[in-house]
Nanobody
Framework: VHLAESGGGSVQSGGSLRLSCAAS????????MGWFRQAPGKEREGVAV???????KYTHSVKGRFTISHDNAKNTLYLQMNELKPEDTAMYYC??????????????????????WGQGTQVTVSS
């Protein structure tokens, strides 16, 4: 399984970025994919997740600003980030876990749930 993130960068507060995560090398009947972030000195936290049924969940701080989506044809995960704030600055990672049924992992923002990770893409938001 290979996950490759892209789309990070530096923006000013209030700006937007769209992260992409191209996935390859797996065929799961059920799965959960998500975006996670880790700022220096802080633990990795779940930002937004989606499962193979299309159910999504967001951490409270990004609700209404970020949107997660998945293109099945391209096997690519996206995170549209609007109204970015300096506190969104972090390394952003995508991750995936394959399961027999999506409900086994649905809605989990807990990093240990996921067993395949990308290398990350840096997002920096300046005030």
């Amino acid at each position: 399984v290979h996950l490759a993130e892209s789309g990070g960068g530096s923006v000013q507060s209030g700006g937007s970025l769209r992260l992409s995560c191209a996935a390859s090398g797996y065929t799961y009947t059920g799965w959960c994919m998500g975006w996670f972030r880790q700022a220096p000195g802080k633990e990795r936290e779940g930002v937004a997740v989606i499962d193979s049924n299309g159910s999504t969940k967001y951490t409270h701080s990004v609700k209404g600003r970020f949107t997660i989506s998945h293109d099945n044809a391209k096997n690519t995960l996206y995170l549209q980030m609007n109204e970015l704030k300096p506190e969104d600055t972090a390394m952003y990672y995508c991750a995936v876990v394959g399961v027999p049924l999506a409900r086994y992992c649905s809605g989990s923002l807990d990093p240990p749930t996921y067993n395949r990770w990308g290398q990350g893409t840096q997002v920096t938001v300046s005030s």
